[in-house]
Structure formats: structure tokens, C-alpha cells
């Protein structure tokens, strides 16, 4: 364990540190994490008061990576209040100095990409090839608000006889970030971008089964020059979030989860009237009309539907196809899906790796064998994969599924599987296919695939949902804002609208002529 803050460590040292050869040639199956995964006041720390243990396993083999310590009340209190004092120092920054601090930390991770994928990849499954995505749209969504800090501003309002009023945009103060496990280190930077550009301190607490990365990105906004303790992390589950919840010197939460746990963060809310942005579950319909381009289309349902082995919020998991091109287009989707290799993710050519954890791939399997009993058909994958390189023979592996024959009323079709799983369900109108896609307590986004430049916005616009794309699917420029209608949450994530969940507007009416008093 390293005692010494991460950013007097030369870079090398530190990776070393995270578990033999956690470098760029780190293998499956060979790394430990024996560091702190608390981060306060500048440096990782053991929690004060670290209770039950919980297990971070590494998805491609099963193995046990570390035992993260949840934190309980006295660390959670401290890391907010380490959070307090950095607020301080960095809302009286001007947006300018703020935006140097980030751009240095966005140069850092683009600089540090590839380790951190890495780290990604070993701690959640996914592909390398994915990972490292995710931390390209991290260093370009701290970039990004970098360059809004500086623009940050009020208006002037005339009034009469001289007199005036401004406005100012002010941050909140201390900001909760509550993360879950899918894009563990992307969720991170989404929320700590526009909260740190607005002025605003934040406590993060990432899914007690990635707690890894996140803490990398702690030392990095320190190695970037934010005051210590701007940027903190504590570990643990439902328990340790509740805390952070309920912590009275806390402003705002922002929260990125399940439906329910979304409710329970809203409730907790509410006791001390503290804003909220809920980033939630979905269940979206990716709508393809006979006219589209079908090579096109067939990448956009791939896309829809697999990255991340199928565990990501906004995937278009309803793939609603116009009748007339149904055998055509399933017939494609199902080869193409055949074709991707699965396997240990941090081979360059594995484009699917393993699931997050045990209890999940037999969740996943079990809507797949409810599927089947409700009358739907498995056309591809859908069954537990074994790859042959002995050391994954205990890692939470699938084939990609295609389910067709699928009925509005499915389980499959209505909740949310959070796994690889497409189902394919046939319409024969534009009418009727709004009514069908909208028909879900869900609203986190839609897609559409047409060459009908008219139909293509007529069919977003009534959608019901609060991220739409026309002939593409699951593409994140981190200029647009993300974001759900309905159970799917509210707030936005990503483009200027982040800004107005992590900031307040003070507005200062001056008189510049005497007071008409009416007493
Ligand atoms: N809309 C989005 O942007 C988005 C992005 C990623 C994931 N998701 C959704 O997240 C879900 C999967 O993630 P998950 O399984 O980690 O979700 P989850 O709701 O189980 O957990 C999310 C986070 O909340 C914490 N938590 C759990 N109970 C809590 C409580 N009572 N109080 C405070 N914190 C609590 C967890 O420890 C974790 O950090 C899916 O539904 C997925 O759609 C949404
Ligand atoms: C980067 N994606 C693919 C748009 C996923 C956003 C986060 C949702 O789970």
C-alpha cells in the first residue's frame, strides 16, 4: 500500500502499484490492487471507519481483485467536509483558472488512455477496444467543460429610471456523485466535468464492484493542480450512499442507476430539499422503416444492442423492423451478431467480454430462458460461453442473443435485461410503431433508421424520449446533452444544459434613484 500521496509519485512507480504490471502489459488474470480506494484531502485513504469487506472481482477470470472496506458514517463526513474546504478555494477561482486546472487533467487522461483502459477493462469486462472510448469521450467531456468555465455568466437586465438587475451563475456547493458499474470512470468525468467547471467540490461514490478507476481520476484532478479535496472519493454500496444522501452540508446528487434506486435517492432528496439529476434504466425502441439503408441499419442495431456485453442504459433493446424487410434484415443482424468475437477483453481483436458478476450473467440468462417460455424464438447466442484459454474458464461469459418471434408483452420486451439480448418485433405502420415504441414507463432514448428525410424527424419528434438518433445508434459527442424522460430519469449530462443542474442563479436588483416606499 502506498502511504505517500499519488501525485508525488512518478507515474510509473504508481501503476506498478495498483498490482504487478498494471501497465500497458498488463495481462487477464495477473493483477492485484493492494492500494487505498479512498480518496480525501489529496491522497488515498484508508476509511477511518471501513466495515464489511466487499469483493471486487475481475469479470474475464472470477477472480477476487481486492476487498474495498464500505465506508461508514466518520468517512463519509470527512470526505464531505474535505470537500467543504476545497469548495472554498476553487468557487472563488475565476471560470478561467478553472478551465487550465481541467484542461490539464483532460491532457493527463488522453495522455494516461491506454493504462486506464486497462484499469477499465480488468475491473468491468468490457472490450479494451471499448474502454478505450470511454476514456476518449472522459478527457474530451473534462475538455469540453473546461472550455464552458471560462464562459460562464449572468445576464444584465434595464430597469426603470436607471436601476438595474444582473444575474450571477453560482455553484451549488458540495455535490454527491453516485455511479453505477457500466461506464464506471466515464459516469465519473460526466459528473465531476460541469460540476467542477461551475465551482462547485464533489464526493464521488462509484458501484461497490468497479471502485478502481475512479480513484485515478481523483489523483489526476489533483496531479492537474484542483485544491485537495475537491475531487473525493468513498467506497461502498447502499449504505454508504445513503449516507452521502442524508449528509447535511451535501447540495446535490447527482445519480446514475436503477429505477429503484433512483426513487430511493429522490425520497432521500426531498428530506433536505437538495436537487437532484437521475440518470436511469431504459428500455428503447430502435424503429427501422423498409426504406432505410439495411447495411446501415444492421450496424445500428449491433451498436443498439452490444456494446458493453448489452450493459448500457439507453440501448435500443426493442428493434422495432417494418415487415416487409423483417427476414431480410434478421437474417443479417443474426450473422453479423454470430461474428463477434467474445473473449478475454483485453485482446485487441475481442469486440464482447465478460458480464459484471455472477448474479447478473444468471439474471441475464433467466429473462433469456423466460423469453423462450413466453414464445420467443432464440435465433442466435442467448447461451453461457467458455472460451478456451483456461484461465476464463470462470469468467461471466455469454453469446449475444437475438430473439425473435417477440410480443409487446413479453418480460423481454418490457424490462429492462441490462445484458446482450435484441428483440426483434415486426410493424407494419408508422402510426402504429410511435403507439407500440412510446408504450414503456421508460423514456431514455429512441432511434430511428430512414432514408425519408420528413419521416425521420416527424418519428423523433414523437418519440418519447429524451435522447433520439436518426440512421445511428448509441454514438455520445459530449456536446449533446443525455438524459431521460419519464422512469428514465431527469437532469441532463453532457452538453451547455449540464451546466443549469450544477449551478444556481442569484439575480441583484440595484436602485440607483431613492427608495418609493409605500410606508
Ligand atoms: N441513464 C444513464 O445515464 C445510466 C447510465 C448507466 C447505468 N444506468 C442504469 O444503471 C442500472 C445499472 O446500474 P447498477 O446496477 O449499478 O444500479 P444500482 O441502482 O443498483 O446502483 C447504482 C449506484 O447506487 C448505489 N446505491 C444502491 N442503493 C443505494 C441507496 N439506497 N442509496 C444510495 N445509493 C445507492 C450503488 O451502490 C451504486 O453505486 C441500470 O438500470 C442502467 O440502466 C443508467
Ligand atoms: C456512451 N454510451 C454508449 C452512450 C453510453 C452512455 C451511458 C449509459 O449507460
Known amino acids: 500500500q502506498l502511504p505517500r500521496e499519488g501525485r508525488d509519485l512518478p507515474l510509473l512507480p504508481r501503476l506498478r502499484a495498483l498490482g504487478p504490471g498494471l501497465a500497458m502489459s498488463s495481462a487477464t488474470g495477473t493483477v492485484t490492487v493492494q492500494q487505498p480506494l479512498n480518496y480525501r484531502a489529496g491522497a488515498r485513504v484508508q476509511p477511518t471507519d471501513g466495515g464489511q469487506l466487499e469483493e471486487v472481482f475481475e469479470p474475464a477470470t472470477g477472480?477476487?481483485?481486492?476487498?474495498?472496506?464500505?465506508s461508514g458514517e466518520k468517512e463519509v463526513d470527512l470526505a464531505v467536509q474535505s470537500a467543504k474546504a476545497a469548495f472554498k478555494i476553487w468557487s472563488q477561482m475565476s471560470g478561467m483558472e478553472r478551465c487550465r486546472v481541467m484542461l490539464e487533467a483532460a491532457r493527463i487522461i488522453r495522455e494516461q488512455r491506454d493504462e486506464i483502459a486497462t484499469m477499465e477493462t480488468i475491473n468491468n469486462g468490457k472490450s479494451i477496444f471499448e474502454a478505450r472510448v470511454d476514456i476518449d469521450i472522459s478527457w474530451q467531456c473534462l475538455e469540453y467543460y473546461a472550455g464552458l468555465a471560462g464562459s460562464l455568466a449572468g445576464e444584465h437586465i434595464q430597469l426603470p429610471g436607471g436601476s438595474f438587475g444582473y444575474t450571477r451563475r453560482e455553484p451549488l456547493g458540495v455535490c454527491v456523485?453516485?455511479?453505477?458499474?457500466?461506464?464506471?470512470?466515464?459516469?465519473?468525468?460526466?459528473k465531476s466535468g460541469p460540476a467542477l467547471a461551475c465551482g462547485n467540490a464533489m464526493v464521488f461514490k462509484p458501484s461497490p464492484f468497479t471502485p478502481i478507476s475512479v480513484v485515478r481520476l481523483a489523483e489526476i484532478f489533483t496531479e492537474a493542480g484542483v485544491p485537495k479535496g475537491l475531487f473525493n472519493v468513498v467506497q461502498g454500496g447502499a449504505a454508504?450512499?445513503?449516507?452521502?444522501?442524508?449528509?447535511?452540508?451535501?447540495?446535490?446528487?447527482?445519480?446514475?442507476?436503477?429505477?429503484?434506486?433512483?426513487?430511493?435517492?429522490?425520497?432521500?432528496a426531498a428530506k433536505g430539499i437538495k436537487p437532484v439529476t437521475l440518470e436511469l434504466g431504459g428500455k428503447s425502441p430502435l424503429?427501422?422503416?423498409?426504406?432505410?439503408?439495411?447495411?446501415?441499419?444492421?450496424?445500428?442495431?449491433l451498436m443498439a444492442n452490444f456494446l458493453t456485453q448489452g450493459e448500457v442504459c439507453c440501448n435500443?433493446?426493442?428493434?422495432?423492423?417494418?415487415?416487409?424487410?423483417?427476414?431480410?434484415?434478421?437474417?443479417?443482424?443474426?450473422?453479423?451478431?454470430?461474428?463477434?468475437?467474445?473473449?478475454?477483453?483485453?485482446?485487441?481483436?475481442?469486440?464482447?467480454?465478460?458480464?459484471?458478476?455472477?448474479?447478473?450473467?444468471?439474471?441475464?440468462?433467466?429473462?433469456?430462458?423466460?423469453?423462450?417460455?413466453?414464445?420467443?424464438?432464440?435465433?442466435c447466442g442467448g447461451d453461457l460461453y467458455v472460451p478456451d484459454d483456461p484461465k476464463l474458464k470462470n469468467g461471466y461469459y455469454m453469446r449475444p442473443c437475438v430473439l425473435g418471434n417477440c410480443k409487446d408483452d413479453m418480460t423481454c420486451v418490457k424490462e429492462e435485461?441490462?445484458?446482450?439480448?435484441?428483440?426483434?418485433?415486426?410493424?407494419?405502420?408508422?402510426?402504429?410503431?410511435?403507439?407500440?415504441?412510446?408504450?414503456?414507463?421508460?423514456?431514455?432514448?429512441?432511434?430511428v433508421f430512414t432514408r425519408d428525410i420528413q419521416?425521420?424527424?416527424?418519428?423523433?419528434?414523437a418519440l418519447k424520449a429524451g435522447m433520439c438518433f436518426i440512421n445511428n445508434y448509441n454514438v455520445s459527442p459530449v456536446e449533446l446533452p443525455f438524459g431521460g424522460y419519464k422512469f428514465s430519469?431527469?437532469?441532463?449530462?453532457?452538453?451547455?444544459?449540464?451546466?443549469?443542474y450544477y449551478s444556481q442563479l442569484k439575480t441583484v436588483c440595484v436602485e440607483m434613484g431613492d427608495v418609493e416606499s409605500v410606508f
Open 63 to 70: 477472480r477476487v481483485l481486492c476487498k474495498v472496506p464500505c
Open 177 to 190: 456523485g453516485i455511479g453505477a458499474w457500466n461506464y464506471p470512470f466515464q459516469i465519473a468525468c460526466w
Open 240 to 268: 454508504t450512499g445513503q449516507l452521502l444522501c442524508q449528509h447535511p452540508d451535501v447540495a446535490k446528487i447527482s445519480f446514475t442507476g436503477s429505477v429503484p434506486t433512483g426513487m430511493k435517492i429522490m425520497e432521500m
Open 287 to 301: 424503429i427501422i422503416f423498409s426504406d432505410a439503408d439495411l447495411e446501415n441499419a444492421v450496424k445500428g442495431a
Open 316 to 379: 435500443g433493446t426493442r428493434v422495432f423492423v417494418e415487415r416487409k424487410i423483417l427476414d431480410t434484415f434478421t437474417k443479417e443482424v443474426v450473422k453479423r451478431t454470430q461474428k463477434i468475437k467474445i473473449g478475454d477483453p483485453l485482446l485487441e481483436d475481442t469486440r464482447m467480454g465478460a458480464l459484471i458478476n455472477r448474479p447478473h450473467l444468471n439474471r441475464v440468462q433467466g429473462f433469456i430462458k423466460q423469453a423462450k417460455e413466453q414464445g420467443a424464438e432464440v435465433l
Open 417 to 447: 435485461i441490462f445484458g446482450p439480448v435484441m428483440a426483434i418485433l415486426p410493424f407494419d405502420t408508422e402510426e402504429e410503431v410511435l403507439e407500440r415504441a412510446n408504450a414503456t414507463k421508460f423514456g431514455l432514448a429512441g432511434g
Open 455 to 461: 419521416k425521420a424527424h416527424r418519428v423523433v419528434a
Open 489 to 500: 430519469g431527469f437532469g441532463r449530462e453532457n452538453g451547455r444544459a449540464a451546466i443549469e
